[in-house]
């Protein structure tokens, strides 16, 4: 989704339209390897372990910070350049990382990106619960 969804969505300027595919697939790239790492990193605070797993949740938890990382790509497609989109996304990688921390981890929110695998823990209805349909 991030290298089609996304690359097809920037092609709609004239000027900037294969070049914007080009820079899409190399922040999506980019990103996806980098949020490995910093997701790794943080996912080692107060862990016992010191090795980073590349698994499909971890690549998941990537594809999601390569999404935010891409929806600020549009906003500046056309004046920034290669560079100036790597520091971008290095910088916001973090940002998000803080972000999830923040919000799983000092606010106890459980359903905090819920799509990310993570299990809501909720008691079972009971038996005086009103189903709506």
Not at 4 to 10: E, M, V
Not at 56 to 71: G, P, R
Not at 95 to 124: A, H, W
Request: glycine content about 10%; overall charge negative.
């Amino acid at each position: 989704m991030m290298l089609i969804g996304f690359g097809c969505l920037t092609t709609f300027l004239k000027r900037h339209g294969f070049g914007s595919v080009g820079f899409n697939f190399l922040v999506t790239c980019y990103v996806i390897e980098w949020s490995t790492l910093v997701n790794g990193w943080f996912g080692m605070i107060g862990g016992s372990t010191n090795k980073i797993h590349l698994d499909v949740e971890s690549l998941l938890h990537a594809d999601f910070a390569a999404a935010t990382v891409l929806i600020s790509f549009g906003a500046i497609l056309g004046v920034a350049s290669p560079v100036q989109l790597i520091i971008m996304a290095t910088i916001e990688v973090v940002v998000y990382n803080v972000s999830i921390y923040v919000g799983v981890e000092i606010f106890k929110e459980p359903s905090f990106c819920g799509s990310t695998g993570q299990v809501l823990t909720q008691d079972p209805p009971s038996e005086t619960s009103v189903i709506v349909r």
